[in-house]
């Protein structure tokens, strides 16, 4: 029991690598939607593992085997593994339950704000332009979809640039990329390992919308030249959006702006065995999890006097 607990805890660590070939090998939006499945399966499996482990340590104790209507010892390995093991799962749990509830409070507060912000601005169609020194610009999701730009943003574009830009957050908004980078923040907090994933999966949401925007305005090297341009005037700005609000100047731009000037159709192949390869470390995880659950689960129900060994 306690080995099938433990693939879980050990799978998302070998992740993180498997997804940026993800990203160098399929299209940016089936390896956004593709990484973003996977970072919620691995985050569920570790959480139920995890919270088998704690289940198990806990029916051990008197009053709560008895609270449990335990008739009998529950059947676990010796309390040298699972007690350490059980104290180490509830540590990790609080404290990952305890910043994922810090990070939701300062998201939500900073959407809040960034959404009262747009909406006492005067808006064309859905651009809304923000008087501020500080370079900038994000989509922002919500009804309706925002894209917000800065007046300082706007000096640092020409009128081409200005146009590139505004397709690449409109293409985040279209796509429902903050779905994504959400559940990549949620997962980020389930295991360490997932917090390298999350930014894979930030930038695959960049990379896709930046396809998105090359094909609108026509002109690939454009979009480069503007998502740029774009970084270099706000690099030294602070923005205050939220993480799962998707922009033109975040992830690692010169990867990006190489990829743009890459030929259409020069991608590397074997996409298909990386994707498989994703699929499988994500199943191998929810499997042992399951399989890991439905066995304290089985233990308990003979701990019941339900069911025979």
């Not at 919308?209 to 700005?237: C, N, Q, W």
């Amino acid at each position: 029991m306690i080995l099938l607990l433990l693939v879980p805890l050990l799978v998302p660590l070998a992740v993180p690598r498997v997804a940026r070939r993800a990203l160098d090998r399929l299209a940016p939006v089936t390896a956004l939607w593709a990484l973003t499945a996977a970072c919620l399966a691995l985050a569920g499996a570790c959480v139920a593992a995890l919270g088998a482990v704690v289940l198990t340590a806990v029916l051990k104790i008197p009053a709560f085997a008895a609270l449990g209507q335990l008739v009998h010892p529950l059947r676990t390995p010796s309390d040298l593994v699972v007690v350490p093991a059980a104290v180490s799962a509830a540590g990790v749990l609080t404290v990952g339950l305890w910043a994922l509830g810090r990070s939701a409070v300062r998201q939500v507060v900073a959407f809040r704000a960034a959404r009262t912000q747009a909406d006492r601005r005067p808006a064309a169609g859905d651009l809304c332009v923000i008087d501020s020194p500080h370079p900038d610009a994000y989509a922002l999701p919500g009804r309706p979809h925002r894209i917000v730009v800065t007046t300082a943003m706007l000096r640092s574009l020409d009128a081409a640039e200005r146009e590139a830009l505004f397709a690449h957050e409109r293409a985040h908004n279209a796509g429902g990329h903050h779905y994504a980078l959400a559940a990549a923040e949620l997962a980020a907090h389930c295991h360490p390992a997932l917090r390298a994933t999350r930014a894979t999966v930030r930038l695959a949401a960049e990379r896709a919308a930046d396809e998105v925007a090359a094909t609108a305005v026509g002109d690939r090297r454009l979009t480069a030249r503007a998502i740029a341009r774009a970084a270099l005037a706000g690099r030294h700005s602070r923005s205050t959006r939220p993480a799962f609000t998707p922009a033109a100047t975040t992830g690692p731009v010169p990867q990006r702006v190489a990829a743009l000037l890459t030929p259409p159709g020069s991608r590397p192949r074997a996409a298909r065995w990386t994707a498989l390869l994703l699929a499988a470390c994500a199943a191998l995880s929810v499997t042992t999890a399951t399989a890991g659950v439905l066995t304290v689960h089985h233990e308990v129900e003979v701990a019941q006097g339900e069911e025979s060994p």
